[in-house]
């Protein structure tokens, strides 16, 4: 009876190993304002199934209403399986925009240990991109003369 049940013993101590060693950790935290503090330190050894971080990113303003609110970041980050990320990144699609003056979401996945460390919080070279496009054409306008 002991020669048998020290295979057995031994198979479930190494699934068990096996399963905390190769497991995924995720920063996480839940609708936080930007992405600091909470979102920076907290971290989850995710399931076995969770194979993704999932960072969720709103810009909108406080979900209670006050005069002249004005806009901030909200951040979530979680472990997520690859059909949960699918899914929140296709849910978000249509509002994923980063229009400063609306209210928009977006999610975005990554796979590897704190990969979610860093959101993607919008442009914020938009001015010095649309300065360098005037340039150009004017350069080519001027080019052409």
């Known amino acids: 009876m002991n020669s048998f049940l020290s295979p057995v013993f031994l198979y479930f101590l190494g699934q068990f190993l096996i399963t905390c060693v190769s497991s995924l950790e995720c920063y996480v935290c839940d609708k936080q304002d930007g992405n600091t503090e909470k979102c920076l330190k907290t971290i989850k050894t995710c399931e076995y199934e969770e194979d993704r971080c999932l960072s ?3 810009w909108s303003t406080t979900p209670y209403w006050t005069q002249g609110a004005e806009k ?3 951040v979530s980050k979680v472990c997520a399986t690859e059909a949960i990320c699918d899914k929140k990144i296709k849910d978000s699609m249509e ?3 980063y229009i400063w003056y609306e209210d928009w ?3 975005e996945c990554c796979q590897g240990d704190r990969c979610n460390y860093y959101v993607t919080l919008g442009s914020s070279n938009v001015s010095s991109s ?3 496009i005037l340039l150009s054409v004017t350069l080519a306008m001027v080019g052409m003369a």
């Open 56 to 58: 969720e990113i709103r």
């Open 72 to 74: 901030q970041y909200y």
């Open 95 to 97: 509002l994923c925009h």
């Open 105 to 107: 979401k977006c999610a």
């Open 130 to 132: 649309v300065v360098l």
